[in-house]
């Protein structure tokens, strides 16, 4: 009969030097293997916790057509492939309706994926919709708290995913890292994007600047900048609502800034080309590496609710050195990285 005795730890240092035993070399050769087992598997044991790659299930990414979604894509692809995954891209017809949407779910559905990464928000929207119970990783969502399908009950059990904004504190730092004069900013927007407006003026207050508010629509838009100048604000902030903005909106607030001498902070480097004052916008391929490493997490055995919605970290920058002239407002050496993109710059 073996008899095992609990002893408290407290004990432990009275006893000891009375206690001395004797084992066998067969016996102390034995516990030393043992002791190095357990030493080995402790160090094994994170390997073994990460991601196992599944000889059967695919994981599935469908993107939109954009150039941006495909880099996105590739990129979150290879990081995948490399990881042991079989990784297939599905691209979403150009001409999305409804019978062929049905046929392209159809053969995503087909191919029984372990996990589907979404590059954009029609794609998620088709998938969430078109496939049930598959778990998702959404990327490149704009507006993200506004999106139809991040609402409470609906697929937040299934699913988690990447904005393809920075975070409403990165956006607020950007205009005041590049203006410190900033004290009253104005925020274009429409009803599809009111929650994506409200964490920009709870930000904006913290970090001491004033924000308007504006509701407007793309036919109220000259009437929306005459209550920009109403309110004496210091700066515009653009954010991407398509409701809002398209190409004679955007080519109106920029010359409407550079008459008025008010800087427009964009979400494209497109419109800083055009004669924004600066803007921030997303790195595609660090947006893929993000995705890939969320896409890792839940193929790890982590569930899609136990992660939290992030906004997207690879952020690029871009300034327009001959509008910050005209409106006499020189950017600080300070908010210029050797990554960002200067454009009107004299040669």
């Not at 005795?5 to 004797?22: G, K, M, N, Y």
């Not at 995954?85 to 949407?101: D, G, H, V, W």
């Not at 515009?236 to 409407?256: E, F, G, H, Q």
């Not at 300034?319 to 710059?345: C, Q, V, W």
Request: aromatic share 6%.
């Amino acid at each position: 009969m073996v008899a095992f005795v609990d002893i408290e730890l407290h004990h432990w240092p009275s006893i000891a030097p009375r206690v001395r035993l004797r084992i066998k070399p067969q016996i102390r050769m034995i516990f030393r293997l043992t002791a190095f087992v357990i030493f080995v598997s402790l160090f094994a044991l994170p390997s073994v916790l990460q991601a196992q790659p599944s000889n059967g299930q695919p994981v599935a990414i469908v993107r939109g057509s954009l150039s941006v979604y495909k880099e996105a894509a590739d990129t979150c692809q290879r990081m995948l492939n490399k990881n042991g995954f079989n990784c297939k891209i599905y691209t979403l017809p150009k001409k999305a309706s409804r019978e062929t949407i049905s046929k392209w779910l159809d053969v995503v559905r087909q191919e029984n994926p372990r996990l589907i990464v979404t590059v954009g928000a029609k794609s998620t929207k088709h998938i969430l919709a078109g496939i049930k119970n598959t778990p998702v990783v959404f990327t490149m969502v704009p507006n993200m708290l506004d999106a139809s399908f991040i609402k409470p009950g609906n697929f937040r059990h299934r699913m988690t995913g990447i904005s393809s904004d920075a975070s409403p504190q990165q956006r607020i730092s950007w205009l005041t890292n590049t203006d410190s004069t900033i004290r009253r900013i104005a925020i274009l927007h429409s009803d599809a994007t009111q929650r994506t407006v409200q964490s920009l003026r709870d930000e904006a207050r913290n970090q001491g600047v004033e924000s308007v508010e504006i509701k407007t629509t793309k036919k109220t838009f000259v009437e929306a900048l005459a209550a920009v100048e109403k309110a004496k604000c210091d700066g515009v902030l653009m954010i991407l609502d398509t409701k809002v903005y398209n190409s004679p909106t955007v080519r109106a607030l920029l010359v409407w800034g550079a008459r008025n001498r008010i800087p427009v902070w964009a979400f494209s480097k497109n419109f800083v080309k055009a004669g924004a004052f600066a803007g921030q916008f997303l790195n595609p391929g660090g947006l893929g590496q993000q995705t890939a490493r969320l896409a890792l997490d839940i193929l790890g055995g982590k569930a899609p609710n136990d992660i939290e919605m992030q906004y997207v970290n690879a952020i690029d920058t871009a300034i327009n050195l001959h509008t910050s002239a005209m409106i006499d407002k020189r950017i600080p050496s300070s908010a210029i990285t050797p990554n960002t993109i200067r454009y009107g710059e004299e040669k």
